[in-house]
């Protein structure tokens, strides 16, 4: 069985150069049995002799099991960048990273996700949705506060700041502000050294409210009048909630507002039904 595979990765890979392998030397791959490579994944990798080696053995027999070409691409690329074990790239498969990046996006979007990956130029390329916190381990039948969830989020902020993606680092928990002798705090401040600018992150255990959306205006307004440098870009907010309402956030936030409500959950998503979402917004894309 072992043969097998590596003839199909020799013929997928083979003008690229030699692969490195890892400790574990086990081959499963996301979408199909071992030994179960179909021909097509080798005939739509071949000739992909512009980009190097710079993942594992595992890591390749792993991505050979992904069938659509665009997604296969852009995991490889994440992977090598981020430095993601093999562990770490099948949990982004798993959670379905590709498709939560693609549904913000158009069709050119998604086609540079295949071609280069997540590129983080402006506030829009953060955002993804649902974040997935599965390693939180809450259970979404468990009564929880939203301090509890911001506790799990705490005790497991190197997780946290995997899930949010490329630039974070960690700032504050519970930041506290005055002005007119009121004390406000929001839950989470981080801070993005791509972007050049701060991310406030309020949580909501519940549906979403106007409120919530009009109490991070005022924090992201607090920031960048007080706290930011004339270097630095905007402030950007994150109500991340159980459930959120589209048209409220749309008919009480401005056009143009660096503010933004994000769901999250707490069990790993359905790739299919992603992948159907991702189908129905922006139709095939390939090249």
Same mark, same amino acid.
């Given at each position: 069985?072992?043969?097998?595979?590596?003839?199909?990765?020799?013929? *997928?890979?083979?003008?690229?150069?030699? =692969? /490195? +392998? $890892?400790? #574990? @030397?086990?081959?499963?791959?996301?979408?199909?049995? *071992?030994?179960?490579?179909?021909?097509? =994944? /080798? +005939? $739509?990798? #071949? @000739?992909?002799?512009?980009?190097?080696?710079?993942?594992?053995?595992?890591?390749?027999?792993?991505?050979?099991?992904?069938?659509?070409?665009?997604?296969?691409?852009?995991?490889?690329?994440?992977?090598?960048?981020?430095?993601?074990?093999?562990?770490?790239?099948?949990?982004?498969?798993?959670?379905?990273?590709?498709?939560?990046?693609?549904?913000?996006?158009?069709?050119?979007?998604?086609?540079?996700?295949?071609?280069?990956?997540?590129?983080?130029?402006?506030?829009?390329?953060?955002?993804?949705?649902?974040?997935?916190?599965?390693?939180?381990?809450?259970?979404?039948?468990?009564?929880?506060?939203?301090?509890?969830?911001?506790?799990?989020?705490?005790?497991?902020?190197?997780?946290?700041?995997?899930?949010?993606?490329?630039?974070?680092?960690?700032?504050?928990?519970?930041?506290?502000?005055?002005?007119?002798?009121?004390?406000?705090?929001?839950?989470?401040?981080?801070?993005?050294?791509?972007?050049?600018?701060?991310?406030?992150?309020?949580?909501?255990?519940?549906?979403?409210?106007?409120?919530?959306?009009?109490?991070?205006?005022?924090?992201?307004?607090?920031?960048?009048?007080?706290?930011?440098?004339?270097?630095?870009?905007?402030?950007?907010?994150?109500?991340?909630?159980?459930?959120?309402?589209?048209?409220?956030?749309?008919?009480?936030?401005?056009?143009?507002?660096?503010?933004?409500?994000?769901?999250?959950?707490?069990?790993?998503?359905?790739?299919?039904?992603?992948?159907?979402?991702?189908?129905?917004?922006?139709?095939?894309?390939?090249?």
């Amino acid at each position: 069985m072992r043969r097998y595979i590596c003839r199909y990765v020799y013929l *997928a890979y083979r003008e690229r150069g030699p =692969i /490195v +392998q $890892t400790v #574990s @030397g086990r081959l499963p791959s996301p979408s199909h049995q *071992a030994g179960t490579v179909p021909f097509q =994944i /080798v +005939q $739509t990798l #071949s @000739g992909q002799s512009d980009r190097a080696f710079s993942l594992s053995w595992s890591h390749y027999v792993f991505l050979l099991g992904i069938k659509k070409v665009e997604e296969r691409s852009f995991y490889e690329i994440e992977a090598a960048s981020e430095n993601w074990t093999l562990r770490e790239l099948k949990r982004q498969f798993q959670s379905g990273l590709y498709e939560r990046l693609a549904l913000s996006r158009d069709q050119d979007g998604i086609r540079r996700l295949a071609k280069q990956g997540q590129i983080v130029g402006q506030p829009q390329d953060l955002l993804k949705e649902p974040l997935v916190l599965e390693f939180l381990g809450l259970s979404e039948q468990a009564r929880f506060s939203e301090s509890d969830l911001e506790t799990a989020i705490i005790n497991r902020i190197e997780h946290f700041l995997l899930e949010l993606g490329k630039g974070f680092l960690f700032e504050a928990r519970q930041k506290r502000f005055t002005f007119d002798d009121d004390h406000f705090f929001v839950d989470l401040v981080f801070y993005n050294r791509l972007l050049r600018c701060y991310v406030l992150i309020d949580l909501k255990i519940g549906k979403l409210t106007h409120q919530d959306l009009g109490q991070m205006q005022m924090y992201v307004n607090y920031f960048d009048r007080h706290v930011k440098t004339a270097a630095e870009s905007p402030t950007i907010g994150i109500v991340l909630c159980k459930k959120k309402h589209a048209a409220l956030v749309e008919i009480t936030l401005p056009k143009d507002a660096n503010i933004h409500a994000k769901e999250y959950q707490l069990y790993l998503p359905s790739k299919e039904e992603l992948q159907q979402k991702l189908a129905e917004w922006a139709g095939p894309v390939s090249d």
